[in-house]
């Protein structure tokens, strides 16, 4: 239900997406008072449409927190859930942080999935690195050759990067301050529901060596791990890789939330799943309002090909910059963008939680026995109210969900401008009866209306109902003149394309065109008469789909018709 819910989401805020672009848009047009005043009744009735679109959302997002709660009854995990907007991250079992290192002297030896990250060790350590799961996408050169000449300079020149502007310095300390909230997000709603028995494990940094050389180095936001509740420790494997995205609010063409993964996080999310050695990667998109899930699977075939790309240029022993973009880039994109359409999955949305109360803990020098990762052991039901979920109260959400549903269905649903009727009648039209409606928005297309009057034909074929002649509006001209295929069916059609794609062709390539027209591709006859066959079999099939031609079925040309045919067309006796 929650996972139906969120699809409901995804709806309205594309819906709400397009209306907020076209009132931005209306407001331009509104340059003085007397425009204000032609157009005040569009802005009045977007901003009143806006209005329900965000009374709908919330009301949405509240019914997934009730079914959230109850769905964590079942689970045996109520104390790890927070039915509201706030989270103590202090009292959450399932919630494991590192407790960080003093660290004096030489690092190197040290466990590096155990210091925290954004510490001064953290900083040291990334610096040996020739990339980074963050840094991989231009490293590659996705973000195009400049980028992948800057981080090359970077790793072997020492040269400095390019200061970020202040709007990116800005997006990245707001994703930077609203991890802790994306993570208390995880721990206090999403994992109590889809993972009841994971728990999120804050990760350090993972390092891959090549040539006994630091190569790459990536530091997963964290990783679910199955929950031991007798000693409130985490499994050593990990089940899933955590990734959290928290894009800057508030821009005009895009919704607050991804629900889908950009394609330029792939190779960071493949990396972290290939350093853990996790099969699947939760990937959170948080905003303040509400955050989404997504599920991504390790493609083991594209993460080597990455790799392999990412050694030939940062990998050699005489390493060159490269002076143009690698030929197998374009390939690699193409299947980065295909991964997203079929290795990542959209699970839910749910309600954000802001926390209240961060763990705190003081460092551990490296001779301390608690070096490592912090568990929070106290009893969360003598600390935690509970919110008591009985089954009135899902009964009343049960209600609720069904109120919600009719709402978004209202306001999802396009309204029909017009109606469309069909209607059968004799030659003089002066008799008609109707056979058939529906209702008409503004977007119709011409293929839409090509199989809605074949439906239509069909239906009054096989009911006995014969129609040699189908008339209808100017607007669907293009009905009469060109097939379901887009082939043109009359001669004047023809001609038009013709012209048309000859006004684009150079004279070299007409010359080349005319020389190449009619030239017979067969080496004998017999192939000839079979290509023959194939095409009128192929035009005979495309006639029968069409509408404008009869219903009936032509006898199929015979080999000798066919072999006359050609034998007038080659004048072959």
Known sequence: MICNLSQRLRKLRTVKQSKVIALEKLKVTCINDAMKAKYSYALSAIKTFIFKLDLCISRLLRVIDSIGHATSVCNGVQTFYNKGDACDLSIQQNYVCLTGLKVEGDIQNLNTSLIKQRSDEWHSIRKTAK????????????????????????VFHQKDRPDF????????????????????????????????????????????????ETFLIVSPDGSARYFNSENYKPSDAVALAIEIKCPYPNKLYTTPVYYKMPWYYVIQVLSEMYVLNASSLLFLCYSTDST?????????????????????????????????????????????????????????????????????????SV??????????????????????HDVTTLQMTTIEINSCLDQAYSLERHLASEVLIFLISDL????????????????LT???????????????????????????DGQWSQLAVRSSNGHPL????????????????????????????????????????????????????????????????????????????????????
Not at 428 to 443: E, L, N
């Open 131 to 154: 990339v980074t799961g963050s840094t991989a996408h231009q490293a590659l050169g996705l973000s195009g050759l400049k980028k992948l000449q800057e981080h090359f300079e970077y």
């Open 165 to 212: 502007s202040e709007d990116a310095q800005k997006r990245m300390k707001y994703g930077t301050d609203n991890e802790i909230n994306a993570i208390g997000t995880l721990v206090s709603k999403i994992l109590p529901i889809f993972y009841p028995n994971f728990s999120f494990v804050e990760e350090g940094c993972e390092v891959v060596c090549d040539k006994d």
């Open 292 to 364: 989404t899930v997504c599920v991504a699977n390790f493609d083991e075939e594209l993460w080597n090909e990455i790799l392999a790309k990412l050694k030939t240029i940062y990998g050699t022993e005489k390493p060159v910059m490269p002076k143009k973009l690698p030929d197998e880039l374009k390939t690699i994109k193409e299947k980065i963008k295909t991964y997203c359409d079929n290795k990542v999955q959209f699970l839910a949305e749910i309600p954000s939680c802001q926390v209240n109360r961060e763990c705190k803990h003081e460092h551990s």
């Open 367 to 388: 001779e301390s026995e608690k070096i490592g990762r912090n568990c929070h052991t106290k009893c969360l039901d003598s600390v935690k109210p509970q919110t008591k």
């Open 428 to 443: 003089d039209r002066i008799h008609s009866t109707r056979v058939g409606f529906s209702m008409k928005g503004y977007s």
């Open 446 to 472: 011409s293929s839409v209306m090509r199989k809605m009057i074949d439906d239509t034909l069909q239906r009054c074929y096989l009911n006995g109902l014969y129609t040699p002649v189908v008339s209808f």
């Open 490 to 573: 009359t001669i004047l059609q023809l001609q038009k394309d013709v012209f048309r794609e000859s006004k684009k062709m150079s004279k070299s390539e007409i010359v080349r065109s005319i020389k190449n027209t009619n030239i017979v591709k067969a080496k004998s006859l017999n192939e000839l008469i079979e290509q023959t066959l194939v095409e009128q079999k192929f035009r005979k099939n495309e006639e029968h789909h069409n509408f404008l031609f009869s219903h009936s079925f032509t006898e199929q040309p015979t080999r000798l018709k066919v072999i006359q045919n050609i034998s007038k067309r080659f004048e072959i006796s």
